[in-house]
T-cell receptor, first 114, second 114 residues
Framework: AQKVTQAQTEISVVEKEDVTLDCVYETRDTTYYLFWYKQPPSGELVFLIRRNSFDEQNEISGRYSWNFQKSTSSFNFTITASQVVDSAVYFCALARNAGNMLTFGGGTRLMVKP | DVKVTQSSRYLVKRTGEKVFLECVQDMDHENMFWYRQDPGLGLRLIYFSYDVKMKEKGDIPEGYSVSREKKERFSLILESASTNQTSMYLC?????????????FGQGTRLTVV
C-alpha cells in the first residue's frame, strides 16, 4: 500500500526564517514519482516539483530546495528566508502508477508572520 | 495555461438532495480526477477517468458516482447527499498513461450539506 506522511500539521515561523517541511513515504514500487504542491488561501493547488525515484539529486529553485533520500524514504522541502506570501498549506504526494493517481499526505499548514 | 474550472466555489445542499459537481478542463487531457479534501487527511481520491465514458474507483467511492460523456468534462454526482459529505472537492486533470506529469487542479468546490 502507498502512504505519505507529513508529520507536521502546522508550522509557524517569523519572516526570513528558514523552514523545512517533512515528507516520508511508503511504497513497494521501484518506479514512482514524488510531488510537492502548494495550496494558497485561494484553494487551487499549485504544482511545485516532481521528482522520479531514480534521481536523488537535490534540487534548488530560488528560495525553495528539496532533499530526496531513498534510504530514509523522505522528500523534504525547505524554504529559505521565508516570506509572508509563503503562507499556505503544502502537500507532498506520491504517484502510484501509470494512471497518475496521487496519494497525498495530510498537508502542512505554514504560517509566516511578518 | 492549463485551466481546470469547477462550476461552483461554494454550494449548500440539503440532506437527500442529488448534487452535481462539474469540472471542465481545456488542455485535452485524457486523465481527470475527483478528490475530496478534509483537514488532516489531505486529499483522497474518489474517482478517476482515463478516457471518455471510462471510470475507475479511487479510495473512497462510496456515496459517489461520476460521468464523463465528453473529454473535457468530468462530473461528480452525490446521489443522495449526506452531512458526512460536507467537504472541499477538487477536480484535477493530467496527461495520460506512462507520463508521470503533474496534475492540474481546479479551485475547489466547498460543499456543505445541511
Amino acid at each position: 500500500a502507498q502512504k505519505v506522511t507529513q508529520a507536521q500539521t502546522e508550522i509557524s515561523v517569523v519572516e526570513k526564517e528558514d523552514v523545512t517541511l517533512d515528507c516520508v513515504y511508503e511504497t513497494r514500487d521501484t518506479t514512482y514519482y514524488l510531488f510537492w504542491y502548494k495550496q494558497p488561501p485561494s484553494g487551487e493547488l499549485v504544482f511545485l516539483i516532481r521528482r522520479n525515484s531514480f534521481d536523488e539529486q537535490n534540487e534548488i529553485s530560488g528560495r525553495y530546495s528539496w532533499n530526496f533520500q531513498k534510504s530514509t524514504s523522505s522528500f523534504n522541502f525547505t524554504i529559505t528566508a521565508s516570506q509572508v506570501v509563503d503562507s499556505a498549506v503544502y502537500f507532498c504526494a506520491l504517484a502510484r502508477n501509470a494512471g497518475n493517481m496521487l496519494t497525498f499526505g495530510g498537508g502542512t499548514r505554514l504560517m509566516v508572520k511578518p | 495555461d492549463v485551466k481546470v474550472t469547477q462550476s461552483s466555489r461554494y454550494l449548500v445542499k440539503r440532506t437527500g438532495e442529488k448534487v452535481f459537481l462539474e469540472c471542465v478542463q481545456d488542455m485535452d487531457h485524457e486523465n481527470m480526477f475527483w478528490y475530496r479534501q478534509d483537514p488532516g487527511l489531505g486529499l483522497r481520491l474518489i474517482y478517476f477517468s482515463y478516457d471518455v465514458k471510462m471510470k475507475e474507483k479511487g479510495d473512497i467511492p462510496e456515496g459517489y458516482s461520476v460521468s464523463r460523456e465528453k473529454k473535457e468534462r468530468f462530473s461528480l454526482i452525490l446521489e443522495s447527499a449526506s452531512t458526512n459529505q460536507t467537504s472541499m472537492y477538487l477536480c484535477a486533470s493530467s496527461l495520460p498513461g506512462q507520463v508521470f506529469t503533474e496534475a492540474f487542479f481546479g479551485q475547489g468546490t466547498r460543499l456543505t450539506v445541511v
